[in-house]
T-cell receptor, first 112, second 113 residues
Framework: GDSVTQMEGPVTLSEEAFLTINCTYTATGYPSLFWYVQYPGEGLQLLLK?????DKGSNKGFEATYRKETTSFHLEKGSVQVSDSAVYFCALTLSGYSTLTFGKGTMLLVSP | DTAVSQTPKYLVTQMGNDKSIKCEQN?????MYWYKQDSKKFLKIMFSYNNKELIINETVPNRFSPKSPDKAHLNLHINSLELGDSAVYFC????????????FGPGTRLLVL
């Protein structure tokens, strides 16, 4: 079946460090790919998405590129802030079928 | 003007009780969902509804019964609560079945004692 694999956390960084959270997927069709973020005590918010190969999603300084050849959608940010501390979920949906399949989430902790 | 709202935010109850969680969206979306997040933060789809019709039921025990009185509401009723039901339950909505972006509610934290 379809699945999403994320690197395990927590990822602990100092403010202004470079962030990468790895995400790879397995899907039978041509998925759309998403990153959702969950701040402490809150629900999930869409961070960015990409709907086809080579698309780059970006938002709030975060970026991820849909790589079909490596089935990956790694999340990056050049300079993290304390306020970026949250759990990040990589997810996919298949075309015409909107149910999200999530990875297990990666906790990011940023210290001053 | 909250887009997707859930009540209650917290729910503490005894094993064997029956409880309901309510969800409302004011986005005009056709499709709504329930997800369960366990203690390890893993999120899994439970149900999806489109225009009040059940579309997906992901091997959830039949103690869980969703009800959609109209397309803006999707409630979740749980009978005979068990310890393993303790989790955070998230409601979400999307424009339609092909709508890719889902909007999540703040979650309901259920603790079964």
């Amino acid at each position: 079946g379809d699945s999403v694999t994320q690197m395990e956390g927590p990822v602990t960084l100092s403010e202004e460090a470079f962030l990468t959270i790895n995400c790879t997927y397995t899907a039978t069709g041509y998925p759309s790919l998403f990153w959702y973020v969950q701040y402490p005590g809150e629900g999930l918010q869409l961070l960015l998405k990409a709907t086809k190969a080579d698309d780059k999603g970006s938002n709030k300084g975060f970026e991820a590129t849909y790589r079909k050849e490596t089935t990956s959608f790694h999340l990056e940010k050049g300079s993290v802030q304390v306020s970026d501390s949250a759990v990040y979920f990589c997810a996919l949906t298949l075309s015409g079928y909107s149910t999200l399949t999530f990875g297990k989430g990666t906790m990011l902790l940023v210290s001053p | 003007d909250t887009a997707v709202s859930q009540t209650p935010k917290y729910l503490v109850t005894q094993m064997g009780n029956d409880k309901s969680i309510k969800c409302e969206q004011n986005l005009g979306h056709d499709t709504m969902y329930w997800y369960k997040q366990d203690s390890k933060k893993f999120l899994k789809i439970m149900f999806s509804y489109n225009n009040k019709e059940l579309i997906i039921n992901e091997t959830v025990p039949n103690r869980f019964s969703p009800k959609s009185p109209d397309k803006a509401h999707l409630n979740l009723h749980i009978n005979s609560l068990e310890l393993g039901d303790s989790a955070v339950y998230f409601c979400a909505s999307s424009q339609n079945l092909a709508g890719e972006t889902q909007y999540f509610g703040p979650g309901t934290r259920l603790l079964v004692l």
